[in-house]
């Protein structure tokens, strides 16, 4: 493996500044920019630079990290990037996290299109309405994913999915799967419905039972005959664009007035709701079984 000739040594040199801002919106934004920190985030994002060689633009680590990571060696080699080695306290300059795990990756962010995600006829995508904790993004961000969704959209007024915390919660999940930011809601809804996609507000209180949806498609599974058409309630096997909304309001009633149907997470305890994070993980594999 070739490394940069010289170890960065200056944690006040520019190019550590330049690298340090991207744990700022601000400097995020003015470089299309952000941080991968940590082994899992930036193994992640090694192995999506093999169909993206756009995608990382600097790789920073300490000798020690590659020497104890072999593996690191070998996917930099794969993918011919060289690593710029830096002292710990550099790293400590670069990061967002008290405690750097060793390596650090500068990436390219992206944003899809929603014509191309739509295009490519998805059966299920996830929408962050005004979600606006990072962990609860990157949780949501993880179950997608995990679930097998096409697609992750966050509508205006979610957090930036590339803030550093919400990078480090999704655990690699941001680099596996389109991930699209800042969406406007009509005009997304009215897309997707265009195309055939069933739009599926998670709503605590809605007449409709996940738990009876799934039960009626195993039926319909077992019958071996199609899903209904007489569009009186979800059918959980045909595309499906789940809307969440945000921690302490919910979705408002414009967003769940603009979805096809309302439906609701059972609980059985007494618990009075559940955790954006959760409700999501839970719709999301009730469809992804069903799709199944």
Not at 27 to 54: C, I, K, S, Y
Not at 74 to 84: G, H, M, N, S, Y
Not at 155 to 179: C, E, M, Q, W
Not at 220 to 238: C, I, N, S
Request: contains cysteine.
């Amino acid at each position: 493996m070739t490394y940069s000739p010289e170890l960065m040594s200056n944690p006040r040199a520019d190019r550590v500044k330049a690298v340090a801002r991207l744990a700022n919106r601000k400097g995020r934004e003015a470089t299309g920019q952000f941080l991968a920190e940590g082994p899992q985030a930036v193994r992640e994002a090694l192995l999506a630079h093999r169909n993206n060689d756009n995608l990382i633009q600097d790789i920073y680590a300490v000798p020690g990290f590659l020497e104890s990571h072999p593996e690191f060696n070998e996917l930099l080699a794969d993918i011919k990037l060289t690593p710029r080695l830096v002292t710990g306290e550099v790293l400590l300059a670069m990061a967002d996290t008290q405690t750097p795990q060793g390596i650090l990756g500068v990436v390219a962010m992206s944003q899809p299109q929603l014509s191309e995600v739509l295009e490519a006829k998805p059966k299920l995508i996830a929408v962050l309405c005004r979600v606006q904790d990072p962990g609860n993004a990157g949780t949501i961000l993880r179950a997608a994913d995990a679930a097998g969704a096409d697609a992750v959209v966050l509508t205006k007024g979610s957090v930036d999915i590339y803030n550093p915390k919400a990078v480090r919660s999704t655990v690699g999940s941001l680099f596996h799967l389109p991930v699209l930011s800042n969406v406007e809601f009509d005009h997304l809804v009215a897309a997707s419905k265009a195309t055939g996609v069933q739009v599926l507000a998670a709503d605590g209180y809605a007449a409709h039972n996940l738990d009876a949806l799934q039960d009626q498609a195993v039926l319909r599974a077992h019958a071996g005959g199609g899903a209904p058409t007489d569009g009186t309630a979800p059918v959980l096997e045909t595309p499906t664009m789940w809307l969440f909304g945000n921690e302490g309001q919910g979705l408002d009633e414009h967003e769940k007035s603009a979805a096809d149907f309302r439906v609701a997470v059972p609980l059985y305890g007494v618990a009075e709701s559940l955790n954006v994070g959760t409700a999501a993980t839970v719709c999301l594999y009730g469809s992804a079984r069903a799709q199944r």
